[in-house]
């Protein structure tokens, strides 16, 4: 489905910031800001929930500590049981460099991963930006627009709020 | 999140110490008393001589073990002072070494800021400068029991007379061995050092913090920095060296070269937890307007990442020694676990558990480092553990088998009631906050 954009440039953060503000104070429904570094603040300013990515953490950790201890005790204790250092079988004080190395291993990767494929980050064919400066030095508004929005009136919202140029992009697959 | 740039006026806000909160504090003392004194008496009349019996037997036990582990022990037993005066000795020695070591930490903490140029603690700044107040009575209490130590040598094993004298009935070749190290002058003189250059650099802080309140200007602030980062240096060294002094030389024997980072992070954790408890009962009672959520969640991350942080020194230091077990490494863990028929095993995991499992799974989430009620509940519990941390640390190599909590705990409060006091004091000299810090704006737009 194409979905069509107005997009505002702004050249500087603080400008952006307050951009923001006042734009949805305006009642002006922001899509999604592009910025060239994360800018402290902005998502209490677009107003975005917290991530939710703390909870699949932790259970990402719980997964690798259960794997863990099963691995070990498992192995040692019951499929190749071996007597190390006169210690018995299973013996946990020696699991738990492993068992929180396995921790920290499956939570930040499933983290990573996570992230990613909620972020659609993951290599694709081609690329969807609205505006490749936003790669560089830029700082990129998108508000959707259909037919019946008043673009004379958007475009002035954005340019009062400090936009140097108003665009328009349309964008399949976003 | 209201702006960036906008500019807070910020005035300057006294602390005043009510005479309702002062006769908390006198209780505090008066409670800890009553409790010295019946802790006394219990253990003139209340003992009982089984009890009593069990604890021979026990440290008879020990000190077979013991004498197998050391090669060359002469064996030559010391008589210890009655039970009641050597708990008070020992619990004495114990409660300054905790509270002394927290105190500290507010300095530490406070440099460690000035050097990394953060700014988000400075609302905090002033709670950490008033928690160095306890150090020159720390040095004080510290000089006088370790003159206490002499009466029967009740703390110190090494300061028995004959000790390291070859020809004496007393000799033990280990404890000789150290003498270089562990002999009474040296021992004087560095721990006035170390209290000496933390003192010196705490009034030092303070002082320039003082001036910049009422001059301004960001010299102070540079001048703080420079400061900072020689005390940390000194810190660096004196914290571990003092570790191994006031600590680990209890158990003589017995080494651990992770031993003073482990005290440390014992402290450390305190100390942080004392800041964070005390900005909630200021923010509570009306104070620290400027004191949001943002910097208790700073504040919460900082008790939840180091209780991690003890907890990894914990069980390094645990596991090699299990691993390899030497009789004359194994033999810390031994009492500590199962040892003096099983005196301390439970003191041992609840250390654990309070120390580490609770502060991990409660201050876990996001919502719960920013809520009052949670932080002042762990951070409470961070205390409790990190005291008897050390109280684990001293009492079985110095009580054995008779140890006990009613004296132990007495003497803490009245150590508590004190460090309040002196506090307080501290806090109320100088405006809350610290009104021309250059990083003051800052801090109070900080967002987490």
Known sequence: MTKRFALGIFEDEDVLLHAVENVREAGVKIYEVFTPFPIHGIDDALGIERSRLPIAAFFFGLTGLSFALWMQIYMLGFDWPMIIGGKPHIALPAFIPVSFELTVLFCCHGMVITFYAISKLYPRWRTPVLDVRSTDDKFVMAIEVNENTDMNKLTQILRENGASEVNQKEMSKF | ?448
């Open chain 2, 1 to 448: 999140m209201a702006t960036l740039t906008h500019q807070e006026s910020v005035t300057a806000e006294y602390l005043e110490v009510t005479p309702g909160a002062r006769k908390n504090f006198m209780l505090i003392i008066i409670a800890g008393v009553v409790l010295l004194v019946v802790g006394v008496i219990v253990s003139l009349f209340g003992g009982g001589g089984h009890e009593a019996a069990e604890g021979a037997a026990a440290a008879h036990g020990a000190t077979a073990a013991h004498g197998a582990a050391v090669a060359g022990h002469g064996g030559g037993e010391h008589h210890s002072s009655a039970p009641w005066l050597k708990r008070i000795i020992v619990s004495l020695w114990h409660s300054n070494v905790f509270f002394t070591g927290v105190s500290a930490i507010g300095t530490v903490f406070m440099a460690i800021q000035y050097v990394a140029y953060a700014g988000w603690s400075v609302v905090v700044k002033r709670i950490n400068e008033a928690l160095s107040a306890w150090l020159i009575p720390g040095l004080v209490i510290m000089l006088i029991v370790f003159g206490l130590n002499f009466i029967n040598y009740d703390l110190f094993h090494w300061t028995v007379p004959g000790i390291m004298d070859k020809a004496d009935a007393n000799y033990d070749a280990i404890v000789a061995g150290k003498s270089g190290f562990l002999n009474v002058p040296f021992y004087v003189i560095r721990m006035v050092i170390y209290l000496g250059l933390w003192i010196y650099f705490t009034k030092r802080l303070r002082d320039l913090s003082l001036a910049e309140d009422l001059n301004g200007g960001t010299a102070y602030f540079h001048k703080s920095i420079n400061v900072s980062a020689l005390f940390l240096v000194f810190y660096a060294v004196t914290s571990s060296m003092s570790a191994w002094d006031w600590v680990m030389s209890v158990d003589v024997h017995w080494f651990s070269t992770l031993f003073g980072w482990y005290v440390f992070a014992s402290w450390w954790v305190s100390g942080i937890a004392a800041v964070t408890l005390c900005a909630i009962l200021l923010k509570q009672a009306g104070y620290l307007p400027l004191l949001k959520d943002g910097h208790l969640h700073d504040l919460g991350k900082f008790m939840f990442g180091f209780s991690i942080f003890w907890t990894y020194l914990w069980f390094s230091q645990f596991m090699l020694i299990w691993y390899a077990n030497m009789p004359e490494e194994s033999v810390y863990f031994n009492q500590r676990l199962g040892g003096f028929n099983g005196r301390y095993t439970w003191l041992l995991y609840g250390n654990l558990f309070v120390n580490f499992v609770f502060p991990f799974l409660v201050l876990m989430t996001r919502d719960a480092k920013r809520q009052m009620i949670m932080l002042k509940i762990v951070s409470i519990a961070i205390l409790i553990g990190h005291w008897s941390d050390f109280y684990l640390m001293f009492m079985p190599g110095t009580m054995k088998g008779e140890n006990g909590f009613i004296i132990e705990i007495g003497i803490a409060l009245i150590f508590l009631g004190s460090f309040l006091i002196l506090m307080t004091k501290r806090l109320a000299q100088a405006s809350l906050t610290p009104i021309h810090h250059p990083f003051l704006d800052e801090s109070v737009h900080h967002t987490t």
